[in-house]
């Protein structure tokens, strides 16, 4: 989420997002395999109470937000995952659930530390949380602070979950323009975590984000001392200069691929194909633009072997009702870039095909694959235009194949629905924005096989081989 630092007073001026990555790598174990899958089309929506689906959709269950994580603009934000456990990122701090019963998801702790936007990842024993606001200092006791402030904080906090009952907070690091998400690339020696850091930027005026900010941020993360985390270099990933966005300079995502030594960088007004070999020097293997279609680039995904990247347009920070007739499916959609010769070739754009009202902000946000060997399929968030599955398997006819969503929010709130739709161990998990989590199951012959594949963790945007 982009804010706007005024006077000491913290202005929404638009949603972007996506946080995030992963645990200590290890293979997914998979079962045997099924028979090949038929193909499936999205079919007409069914009604479930106050929700609408296709129909080989249904909603399992929500898990309401709860005090003190449920005031006014205490939004649900990203997702993580790890073993039973749901982390979920929130503006007022952060909770864990036991999904150990997907159709019964139990809060085991929640954690006041209010600030935009917390996104959230899981690694080991520590989660990691993403500040993108000014605050009077790195506590959970601190308050909002106007950008002209020099001594104001923002950037990553660390807090240990070996207790999941009673997370502690340990450490903090600043950043520049602070954390607007954040990506994990472990290092070769699994003691040691690399967090790439995206902030928006620069401010005018700003002590704390001031200009030039066409960079990145990398913060060496020891996992046994987290303490001593610390910036250990600040890559510039754009040789070309970067384009002049509607909203800010920087990076809004970054997904890597450590097993294939890659990363997509979602920038705003670029697009940027890394090698990461060095985690500490990423490498420009290509930036790219689509001044035509795209206003923000805000996430990318790769596909599971690394031949292809999903790149995301969220048109209007994500506070628009982009999904209407007024509005070209090229954009606030989905493109699909096939990687040929580490160079990416635009394909085509997907945008989910159900118009929504003028009430309802709707654009493309945040998602993940869903793994089917020899597929490429997504399940992605689109505020409150729901939660879409849908197969890029043919990068030139993307299509739809699954949904989920509710009708149009009446909680008066200019931001409503789905932040995050994810894939996790046989259930898709929706971060819905002032609803709660909710537990969604796509029961499709394509889409099956997936629920063979376990994972022992999962944090978007570090991509493994599954």
Known sequence: MISVKLGGAVAVAALLLVSACGATPREPQRAAEPPPPQTSEAAPAQPQGDVSTSDNVKLVTTAPRTAPLNGDM?????????????????????????????????????????????????????????????????????????????????????????????????????????????????????????????????????????????????????????????????????????????????????????????????????????????????KVLQQIRDTENFQIWHSATFNNDATKVVFGDELGGGSMPTCDSKTPATKGANAIYDIVNNRLERRAYFKIPREQTPAENCVAHNGSLIPVKGKDIMVQAWYQGGVSIWDFTDSDAPKEIGFFERGPSTAGSPIAGSWSAYYYNGYIYSSDILEGLDVIEIDDPLTNPAKQVKMPDFNVQTQKIY
């Open 74 to 282: 205490a939004w649900n934000s990203d997702l993580a995952f790890q073993g039973d456990y749901a982390y979920v990122g929130n503006f007022g701090g952060f909770s864990i659930y036991d999904i150990s019963d997907p159709a019964k998801p139990q809060v085991v702790s929640q954690v006041a530390c209010e600030s935009q936007q917390n996104d959230i990842s899981i690694y080991g024993d520590l989660v990691i949380l993403s500040i993108d606001e000014a605050r009077s200092d790195e506590t959970c006791q601190s308050k909002p602070a106007g950008g002209q402030d020099s001594s104001a904080w923002e950037g990553l906090r660390i807090f240990d979950v070996s207790d999941k009952k009673n997370p502690k907070y340990i450490s903090s690091v600043r950043t520049s323009c602070g954390s607007h998400t954040h990506t994990m690339v472990p290092g070769k020696n699994p003691d040691t975590l690399y967090v790439y850091v995206s902030s928006p930027g620069p401010e005018p005026d700003s002590a704390s984000c001031a200009p030039p900010h066409e960079m990145i941020q990398v913060v060496e993360v020891p996992v046994k001392d987290p303490k001593s985390a610390k910036v250990v270099a600040s890559p510039d990933i754009f040789p070309q200069g970067q384009a002049s966005g509607d909203f800010a300079a920087g990076c809004h995502d970054i997904t890597a691929f450590p097993e294939k030594n890659l990363a997509a960088a979602a920038c705003f007004g670029d697009g940027v194909l890394l090698d990461i070999s060095d985690p500490l020097e990423p």
